[in-house]
């Protein structure tokens, strides 16, 4: 590892299927699932996902920019969730689920907006709705939400949601995974 680490945070639904995806990267580190983008500090995640406090649904961790680059996992990003749902991944339905990338630097803002322009132009066709925002305070959800595909396989959620998702992760980035 470099001392060179950098901090990414992308909301793209549910943070346990965003978690299991950035887990499996080479060189990714310390991926947490979380809220960023609200109103209130210390949210309680029922007051989340009732929509109370504006925040969403959070993956945030670091990423050595020598082995994966921020536009790789942008790209990652946007092959692993729908873009061009508004508060919604599937049959998760709320702000809480809004696609969201929170910029860390203005070189990732510029980055975020390069690749959302040019895949409005040659894959989505305008349809993308992801928000660019500057990262908030990022606070982390409970112990029970950590690591939750790795250790709930068995639930029907992570089978029927998660794992098709590792399934396209698996297909166009198998260079990219951990072993």
Not at 17 to 39: H, I, P, Q, T
Not at 77 to 90: A, K, S, V
Request: with cysteine; proline share 3%.
């Amino acid at each position: 590892m470099t001392d060179k680490l950098q901090n990414a945070s992308l909301a793209s639904g549910c943070f346990w299927c965003s978690e299991a995806v950035f887990r499996n990267l080479k060189g990714v580190y310390n991926v947490r699932s979380g809220f960023m983008g609200g109103s209130i500090k210390n949210p309680a995640y029922r007051e989340v996902v009732a929509g109370r406090t504006g925040h969403a649904e959070t993956v945030q961790f670091q990423f050595d920019p020598d082995v994966i680059g921020y536009r790789e996992l942008l790209l990652i990003f946007f092959t692993t969730h729908d873009p061009t749902t508004l508060n919604r991944q599937g049959n998760d339905v709320g702000t809480h689920y809004r696609s969201i990338i929170f910029y860390h630097s203005e070189e990732q803002k510029s980055t975020a907006i390069e690749v959302v322009e040019e895949l409005n132009r040659e894959i989505f066709h305008g349809k993308i709705v992801t928000e660019i925002k500057e990262a908030t305070e990022f606070f982390e959800a409970g112990v029970e939400h950590k690591n939750f595909y790795e250790t709930h396989r068995e639930y029907p959620y992570c089978q029927v949601i998660i794992d098709p998702k590792i399934k396209k992760l698996r297909e166009h980035f198998s260079e990219k995974l951990v072993s």
